[in-house]
């Protein structure tokens, strides 16, 4: 086909191909949500373990998170559902300044527990994190007693115990500031349901970040001012490496990036999944770092704590439709990547549910 030009000749007319939208597939943000996470961990615990002032560290990552958030609402989209939001002094002061409190509270502990106790007996502990949740939600009415759940959560303290039986290096200071921080991170969830996803304020990552980071921030250094600030010295700092602290900060506020991306590209099916297949390897890269000790007893209860907390988070349907879907993408040879597979396997549960 051809056109006139302006001086009347023809010139050929070339086709327009229609624009093709490049999208990142879902096994790669799970990878990417993966990778930031565990780095942030294993990151922070050589921080502490080289400094040794892990709330002047939480106020640090704090700090950076409420520059860059700010930062980021100005200059990109990625913040534009804050919008949404009709935050109110009075909205504040009742709900985002209590919530963010509790995650101040949370994750202080959170960070100072890994003076006392190795990566992989936390991540251990962390599994118990459910149960902490279902006994707030009872307690607050948001959910009712059942029952079946109650015996569900009982085999996972049952096998966080056992793990906890068969720590060679156990301390109890340690043991209850990791609770502390389980307490503190299951009010502000409950809090975070009852306060704002019943106004139908839902949150992503990110918004809650924007919102919440100063008050912690705030929290943090107020504390920090009387527990470590009187004994630190800029030679601490010098010592960890400026350069290090930075970009401690900016793997740490990347995680809830790579999060926001995460969220929306998948089910909650893969994001249970992941989330027990990411403290796995979290796990077995403390062993190899650092060389902890895992006895059979705690591989034992961690095991019996990570099946309870699967049927827990999925329930007996979701399982048996996620087997029958695994037999059919194994025996259609789709085994070349575990990951992917995984979308596969997520689709299929779909089809088998539908």
């Known amino acids: 086909m051809t056109v006139s030009n302006a001086n009347g000749g023809l010139l050929p007319m070339m086709e327009v191909l229609p624009s093709v939208k490049f999208q990142i597939p879902v096994w790669a943000h799970i990878i990417n949500w993966m990778f930031f996470s565990n780095v942030t961990i294993i990151f922070n615990k050589w921080l502490i373990d080289t400094a040794g002032f892990t709330i002047l560290l939480t106020c640090w990552h704090l700090i950076y998170a409420t520059i860059a958030t700010q930062i980021l609402a100005r200059t990109t989209t990625l913040l534009d559902s804050r919008r949404n939001f009709p935050i109110s002094g009075r909205l504040y002061l009742r709900t985002i300044l209590p919530i963010g409190l509790l995650y101040s509270g949370s994750l202080i502990c959170s960070n100072v527990v890994y003076l006392y106790l190795s990566v992989s007996f936390i991540q251990m502990l962390k599994a118990a994190s459910p149960v902490a949740v279902l006994f707030a939600s009872w307690s607050w009415g948001v959910a009712e007693p059942n029952l079946s759940k109650f015996i569900n959560v009982l085999v996972i303290v049952f096998g966080v115990a056992v793990s906890s039986f068969g720590e060679i290096q156990f301390s109890w200071v340690g043991f209850f500031f990791q609770i502390g921080g389980t307490c503190f991170e299951a009010v502000r969830v409950v809090m975070i349901q009852v306060m704002l996803s019943g106004e139908g304020l839902n949150m992503d990552p990110l918004v809650s970040l924007y919102y919440y980071a100063p008050v912690c921030a705030v929290m943090n250094f107020l504390i920090a001012l009387v527990s470590e600030i009187p004994k630190f010295q800029w030679e601490h700092a010098v010592h960890a490496g400026f350069g290090m602290l930075f970009l401690n900060a900016s793997i740490a506020f990347i995680l809830n990036v790579a999060s926001v991306f995460l969220i929306g590209k998948t089910s909650g ?56 879907a695994t037999l059919a993408w194994t025996r259609g040879g789709g085994c070349w990547l575990v990951l992917h597979g995984m979308e596969g396997m997520v689709m299929e549960v779909k089809e088998v549910n539908d």
């Open 269 to 324: 099916l893969v994001m249970t999944l992941t989330g027990i297949f990411k403290s796995i390897l979290l796990v077995v890269a403390s062993v190899l770092i650092w060389s902890t000790q895992i006895t059979f007893l705690q591989t034992v209860g961690y095991t019996i704590a990570l099946a309870g907390l699967t049927y827990y988070s999925l329930g007996y349907d979701q399982l048996v439709s996620l087997g029958t």
